[in-house]
């Protein structure tokens, strides 16, 4: 059975700070996706990985992809207000992760 | 264009009752998927149809079940409704089967919010 586990589960950043959140799979897989979710709405895709060693960026967020280790990385960089939300990442026939929680503080 | 559809929005329903959720898919996708999020937890897989046939369960008892029409639209049906059914219930359509290559991307509707009382 596929699983998939992020951490950390919560995060509070301050303002103009890195940080990365992880997620990391259980079964083989080549693609992966991050979904963004601000508080009562629905889902918001981010990025998908298609391959291995696969990078993407869109402003302050890098996503990259390493299918031999079935681990992904979601990179903050110089994190702003508007990035809080909750970000999954889904693998497989989109088997989902339980969520980060991303506060930024200013 | 339009992205995908669903309804109702918002229900409240009582235990032991039945509920109808609907889904439109984007137009020229032929696959739908059902997700339930309970408050503070990632989607949980229910259903994916595709070209109108069943390609996927996830872990849900029999009382839930679902249907794609021809024109690739979804209905989602709980039945014997639980207390524990009060959740988010998301449908997403992609072009191809869930996370195929180059076709499996989600794309998410808003949600139809259910609260059994």
């Known amino acids: 059975e596929l699983k998939v586990e992020q951490n950390p589960l919560f995060l509070s950043m301050q303002e103009g700070k890195n940080y990365t959140i992880y997620c990391n799979y259980s079964?083989?897989?080549?693609?992966l996706y991050w979904y963004r979710q601000d508080p009562g709405k629905s889902l918001e895709s981010l990025f998908v990985?298609?391959?291995?060693?696969a990078v993407k960026q869109e402003g302050r967020l890098m996503a990259s992809l390493d299918t031999k280790a079935r681990l992904s990385t979601l990179h903050i960089t110089a994190a702003v207000h508007d990035l809080s939300a909750t970000y999954f990442c889904a693998v497989g026939k989109l088997i989902f992760g339980q969520g980060t929680e991303l506060s930024v503080k200013p | 264009d339009a992205g995908v559809t669903q309804s109702p929005t918002h229900l409240i329903k009582t235990r032991g009752q039945q509920v109808t959720l609907r889904c439109s898919p984007i137009?020229?996708?032929?696959?739908v998927s059902w997700y339930q999020q309970v408050l503070g937890q990632g989607p949980q897989f229910i259903f994916q149809?595709?070209?109108?046939?069943?390609?996927g369960r996830g872990n849900f008892p029999d009382r839930f079940s679902a249907r794609q029409f021809p024109n690739y639209s979804s209905e989602l049906n709980v039945n014997a409704l639980l207390l524990g059914d009060s959740a988010l219930y998301l449908c997403?359509?992609?072009?191809?089967?869930?996370?195929?290559?180059?076709?499996?991307?989600?794309?998410f509707g808003e949600g139809s919010r259910l609260t059994v009382l």
């Open positions: 149809y595709y070209e109108k046939e069943e390609r």
């Open positions: 990985l298609l391959s291995n060693g």
């Open positions: 079964t083989t897989s080549d693609r």
């Open positions: 997403a359509s992609s072009r191809g089967l869930a996370g195929a290559l180059n076709t499996g991307e989600l794309f």
């Open positions: 137009s020229g996708h032929k696959s």
